[in-house]
């Protein structure tokens, strides 16, 4: 349900239920976790590319694997959200390496709000985003309230929740949603491209920036401060500081290491 390859230390982890528009089942949400716990585990991935097969990224949680007509009572979606959604959502944003998401279609529910928690997002022209959960009676999940009422404000993430009207790439790009709306031709190429030049870069600096740059939603300035210090501190120790440095002073590209 999800391939997994390792390139130039990138872990690609393509989600892969094309037929059901890659929509989450049980196996799915195993294989996509596990993919980022090796991500976190495996030295030799220094960034991640998630993306998905065939014409949609992903339409979310799985709705033939909850149908109320088999009865059974009312689902426990909190405990769903407590074994699968979360801990994922956890591990992309504690993962101290960059996460490339690369949207190749739709992206509703839940699937569109592990997109908005990686790092960089790029999305192919013709992708949408869909915050479904309001035609199914259901709250934005997956980190999904949290993510968009921080980057877009109250007015449009209300919008987008309540009315659950899609968000073509182009305007997700300029409401800062993602990082950019690219050709779909181009989609994969592009985004590989730059997950391969951040897997061949100081990946103890890339970390703790991605650290540094989600605590400031939380920290005042003066917290902000300290955190600066002491990342920079932590950074200033690594060899490839010590080599990006000499690579300058030599005139010549760095090879970092990632240590
Ligand atoms: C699907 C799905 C799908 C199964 C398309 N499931 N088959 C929920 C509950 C529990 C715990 C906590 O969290 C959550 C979080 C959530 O994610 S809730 C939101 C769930 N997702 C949705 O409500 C989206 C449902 N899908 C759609 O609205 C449409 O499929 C979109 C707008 C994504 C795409 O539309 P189209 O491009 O017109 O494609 P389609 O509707 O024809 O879908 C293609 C196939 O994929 C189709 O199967 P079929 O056998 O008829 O070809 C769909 O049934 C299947 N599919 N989404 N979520």
Redo the contacts with the bound molecule.
Sequence with gaps: TVLVSLEAGVLRLTLNRP???N?FNEDMHRALRAGFERAAADREVRAVLLTGAGR?FS??????D?DPRKGGGAPD?GH??DTF?NPTLRLIRALEKPVVCAVNG?A????ANIAFACDIVFAAHSAKF?Q??A??G?VP??GGSWSLARILGEPRAKALALLAEPLMAEQAADWGLIWKAVDDADLLAEATATATRLAAGPTRGLGLTKRAIQAAATNSLDAQLDLERDLQREAGRTRDYAEGVTAFLEKRPAEFSGE
């Design positions: 037929d059901k528009l929509s949609g339409a979310g949680q799985d709705l033939g909850r979606l769903t959200l959604y739709v509703a529910g839940a699937g869909i479904a959960f035609k199914i259901l999940d997956a």
